[in-house]
């Protein structure tokens, strides 16, 4: 496995999705502040062909949310249950609940879990 440094959420996930051999992480889709702002209709018609309206969660992935410093998880906004329909207004509001982003910042697109054993 390669070396984990500390980077994003999004970026993780991204490295531990190949890598992962006795565990599972489910599709993502990710991008940046700057991306969003530039060609929202793009992210979304991309969106929309990778995850074929399943019901999705929008999660932050802030450079703010956690650094070898320290941790900063669940200080932003996750919105579960995400339609097409309703995609772009819960994209916002995970970016508004980052107060002042930056243009680097992130957004984390993975299909909602389904039957989850504890």
């Given at each position: 496995?390669k070396?984990?440094k500390?980077?994003?959420?999004?970026?993780t996930?991204?490295?531990?999705?190949k890598?992962?051999?006795s565990?599972?992480?489910?599709?993502?889709?990710?991008?940046?502040v700057?991306?969003?702002?530039?060609?929202c209709t793009?992210?979304?018609?991309?969106?929309t062909?990778k995850?074929n309206?399943k019901?999705?969660i929008?999660?932050?992935s802030?450079?703010s949310e956690?650094?070898?410093?320290?941790?900063?998880?669940?200080?932003?906004?996750?919105?579960?249950?995400?339609?097409?329909s309703n995609l772009?207004?819960s994209?916002?509001r995970?970016?508004?609940?980052f107060?002042?982003?930056?243009?680097?910042?992130?957004?984390?697109i993975?299909?909602?879990l389904?039957?989850?054993?504890?």
């Amino acid at each position: 496995m390669k070396t984990l440094k500390y980077s994003t959420k999004a970026r993780t996930l991204e490295i531990l999705y190949k890598e992962l051999k006795s565990a599972r992480i489910l599709p993502l889709i990710y991008f940046r502040v700057d991306e969003w702002e530039k060609d929202c209709t793009k992210i979304i018609n991309l969106v929309t062909k990778k995850f074929n309206n399943k019901k999705l969660i929008i999660r932050s992935s802030a450079l703010s949310e956690d650094s070898i410093e320290s941790s900063n998880a669940g200080a932003f906004l996750s919105i579960p249950n995400v339609t097409i329909s309703n995609l772009k207004e819960s994209i916002n509001r995970v970016l508004n609940s980052f107060g002042g982003s930056t243009k680097q910042d992130e957004i984390l697109i993975q299909p909602m879990l389904k039957n989850v054993y504890l």
